[in-house]
């Protein structure tokens, strides 16, 4: 791997810059790989990365049925905080976090990661406890974050509006390292980073069948032919029900539709992510000036990468009430992605009832967030056998009651 | 945005007007099965990607519980019954294997 670097500029700047190699290499399937994982989006790519530096696997194949990071990894909005309630989550997305702090120089790429802080906006009075609570929490897990008043709101979001008639800013759970990151490079740094190790990242190879053997893994088919492996790993958030399916067990999953849009770029208003669960609406700024907001999940099962018009509607109207000044601003884009919904808003990151296949799936609306701490743990589990980090969210969980109940936590999706 | 029509009172309504409730035709298991099929009942979805058969309630209108099928992959709705019922009702099941040929209702044509 060629590594990127300010000189690495300069002497491709004197030769026309014709000396750039490719990010990752893209090879047909080979017949057998040690692992293999379903799904080149962030989870799928970080899990791997960590198998090879971590635990010295690499002969890995990631198959993925469109393009590199082009399911949920490239329709978030790109939202990094580890603020929740419960012991398990907390340490996963904490984790998560601070690898997001070291990633570019990591993996040598410029994921643009900025912690730039987020406030989660407390309007109700049971809001305003259960952040308090979420506070105390955090403290007692190690997670940085404070319970603020409404001034010190106005002070980091000035463009605010405190005294919305219906639901007043009472303060804000302020986590002041989250930030964001470029989405598409996390996918991108990660995959080269693979490439890098020796792995191969299969695109457009779309997986059809879960082959067993003794009541074990032995391959998947795909549209470039059958692939054997000893260890198979699923990471493909919306669609993970239907390679359950193929693999012969259910998941606790309902996949439903989550859709987010951007405005015309201005100039910059708000250095802050804030984050309104009582009236279903988050808004930050990107680089390039664009309101990136996102809103609440649909209720109903979906595949189509596709939202409802309402949610829009109910996003933007809460977004326009809680910040006045973007009431004219025109909308670009708008777009949809699948995301799988557990029972209670946790992942599963699990092995399953066919012994060798691994899920790590049911991140619902947070994936983007969790994907080096995910991928951390994954790997953990799939060369150990289980991960202190993913132990709490184990797919029995669902049969022994001991769910990591963050939907009471967020009081909304998240 | 969906529309579908409510069986218990007869209007076209939109998704706003409606409540989603998840799978329909789940086995019922209580005091007396196995874990495994109370914990199936409880959790396990089938969450397919085509036809699916799911509950509504009529939220902001009559208030009744009645059941769709739709496909998830094309938001295309065959029909609503009533939830008075354990399958779907036989003009059901001929719309769907009408538009999806093949289909049939777990396994059976």
Known sequence: MRRYSAFAIAREALRHHKGWPRAWASPEPRRRYDVVIVGAGGHGLATAYYLGKNFGITNVAILEKGWLGGGNTGRNTTIIRSNYLQDASAAIYEKSRSLYETLSQELNYNLMFSPRGVIMLAQTESEVRGYRRTAHANAL???????????????????????????????????????????????????????????????????????????????????????????????????????????????????????????????P???????????????????????????????????????????????????????????????????????????????????????????????????FKSIPGSGWGMAELMAKGHSPLTDGFSLDRFREGRFVDESVAAGVAH | MLILH???????????????????????HGPGSSDEAFTSYLFARKNPRGVHFERWRHAHGCGKWFHAARDTATLEVFGTYSAQTTEPPKAIRDAIAKRRPGWTWRGIA
């Not at chain 1, 958030?237 to 067990?249: E, K, W």
């Not at chain 1, 930050?284 to 979906?302: C, L, R, T, W």
């Open chain 1, 141 to 267: 897990q190690g997670v940085k974050t404070e319970f603020i008043g409404p001034e010190r709101v106005k002070e980091l979001v000035p463009i605010i509006n405190l005294t919305g008639p219906r639901y007043p800013v009472l303060g804000g759970l302020w986590q002041a390292r989250g930030g964001t990151a470029r989405h598409d490079a996390v996918a991108w740094g990660y995959a080269r980073a693979c490439s890098d190790m020796g792995m191969e990242i299969i695109q457009q190879c779309e997986v059809t069948g879960i082959r067993q053997k003794d009541g074990k893994v032995a391959g998947v088919d795909t549209n470039k032919g059958p692939i054997d492996c000893d260890k198979l790993a699923l990471a493909v958030a919306g669609h993970s029900g239907v390679l359950a399916a193929m693999a012969g067990f259910r998941l606790p999953l309902e996949s439903v539709a989550l859709q987010a849009l951007v405005s015309e770029p201005i100039k």
């Open chain 2, 6 to 28: 409510c069986p218990c009172c007869g209007v076209y309504a939109d998704e706003t007007e409606l409540a989603p409730g998840g799978e329909a035709h789940l086995t019922r």
């Open chain 1, 269 to 367: 208003c708000m250095d802050v992510v804030v984050m309104a669960n009582t009236v279903h609406g988050y808004m930050s700024q990107s680089d390039k000036g664009e309101m990136v907001i996102g809103g609440g999940a649909d209720g109903f099962n979906n595949y189509t990468q596709r939202g409802s018009f309402h949610h829009i509607e109910e996003t933007v109207r809460a977004l326009v009430e809680t910040f006045p000044i973007i009431s004219r601003l025109k909308m670009l884009r708008q777009w949809g992605g699948i995301v799988d919904m557990t029972g209670d808003r946790s992942p599963i990151l699990s092995k399953t009832p066919l012994a060798g296949c691994f899920v790590n799936c049911g991140w619902g609306t947070g994936g």
